[in-house]
C-alpha cells in the first residue's frame, strides 16, 4: 500500500478524500475539509483557515514537495488544469496540447502498464480514461491477459417512461447495449483474480463504499466473494450480490433498470462523468 511504504520511507503523509463515505476508503483517511480547514459550501475566492505557522501547514508543506525531476512535470500539470498549455502545431482544435515526450507511448498502453509484471503488481496499476467507452475497452483488454477462465454475468434489463407506447419501442438489444457512466454493462465480464470496483454504497460499516477496490475470489450466479485491497477493511473478505440499478446521470428518453452486480473492471477508471 503507498500509504504504508512511504510512512516507512519517513515520509508525512495526510491521505484525504471529497466525501466522508470515501475518506473511509483510506487509511487514516480524512476530508479535504478536515485538512485544510475548508468551510462549506466552497466557493472561487474561499481559502484554507490553516494557520501559516501551525504544526500542521508544516505537514502539508511536506506533503506537497516534489524532487527535482518532479517539479517539471508538476508545473506542467498546473498549467493544463489553468487552461495555458496550447499545441504547437497549426491547423488543429483549441483543445489540443502537446504532449511531454516521456509521457507519450510509441505502442500499446496496456502492453507499457501490464505487460511483464506480476498479478499483485497489476493490483496497483491503474490507465485513467477521459470516457466511457475507453474505460470499457481497455479494462476488457486488460482481462483477457489474466490467466484464470472468464465468467460472463448478463444483467436483467427493462425501461420505463411517462409514455409507456414510447418505451415499448426501444428493442432488448438496444437497451443491453447501454452503458452509462457509474452503471455496470449487461455483459460484465469477469475472472478469479482480477480487480473489480464498487459502483454503489452498500454497506459504509464493512467499508463497501462507492469506489472501493476488490480482489474477486469466487464467481458465483447470484453473488460475487471478494476481497477488500485497502483501507480498514483491508483483506476482509465480502460477498457482493446483484441488486438493481439505476443510472443517476444519463441523456435518454427513458428510465433504464438494469439488475447487475454492482461492479465494475478496475484497470481503467474514467477520470470525470464524460460519456463515450
Known amino acids: 500500500m503507498i500509504h504504508d511504504y512511504l510512512m516507512a520511507q519517513n515520509v508525512a503523509v ?11 476508503l483510506l487509511k487514516n483517511g480524512k476530508t479535504l475539509h478536515s485538512i485544510f480547514k475548508l468551510p462549506v459550501p466552497l466557493t472561487e475566492t474561499i481559502t484554507c483557515n490553516i494557520p501559516p505557522n501551525s504544526d500542521q501547514a508544516n505537514i502539508l508543506r511536506q506533503n506537497m514537495m516534489t524532487n527535482e525531476n518532479e ?49 499483485d503488481e497489476m493490483k496497483s496499476r491503474v490507465i485513467l480514461s477521459p ?29 420505463s417512461s411517462d409514455n409507456e407506447m414510447e418505451a415499448n419501442n426501444y428493442p432488448i438489444e438496444f437497451i443491453n447495449s ?48 471478494a476481497s477488500i485491497m485497502s483501507g480498514s477493511h483491508a483483506q476482509e473478505r465480502v460477498l457482493i450480490p446483484r441488486i ?3 443510472p443517476s446521470d444519463v441523456n435518454i428518453p427513458f428510465v433504464l433498470h438494469r439488475t447487475q452486480f454492482p461492479v465494475r473492471l478496475s484497470y481503467s477508471m474514467t477520470i470525470n462523468k464524460a460519456q463515450g
Do not use: Y
Request: aromatic share 2%; glycine share 4%.
Open 131 to 159: 470516457k466511457n467507452v475507453d474505460c470499457l475497452k481497455v479494462n476488457e483488454d486488460i482481462l483477457r491477459r489474466l490467466p484464470t477462465e472468464s465468467k460472463t454475468c448478463l444483467s436483467i434489463d427493462s425501461v
Open 178 to 225: 447501454l452503458t452509462p457512466s457509474g452503471m455496470p454493462p449487461h455483459r460484465l465480464n469477469l475472472k478469479v483474480g482480477s480487480i473489480i470496483m464498487l459502483l454503489r454504497n452498500l454497506s459504509i460499516t464493512q467499508g463497501l463504499c462507492n469506489g472501493t477496490r476488490l480482489e474477486v475470489l469466487e464467481l458465483h450466479n447470484h453473488s460475487i466473494l
Open 71 to 119: 517539479q517539471v512535470f508538476s508545473q506542467w500539470l498546473l498549467q493544463i488544469g489553468n487552461g495555458r498549455v496550447q499545441s504547437s502545431l497549426d491547423n488543429v482544435s483549441d483543445d489540443t496540447i502537446d504532449i511531454p515526450e516521456q509521457c507519450v507511448c510509441i505502442d500499446s498502453l496496456v502492453s507499457d502498464i501490464f505487460d511483464n509484471c506480476t498479478q
Open 244 to 246: 438493481k440499478l439505476n
Open 14 to 24: 495526510s491521505t484525504s478524500a471529497w466525501t466522508g463515505i470515501a475518506a473511509t
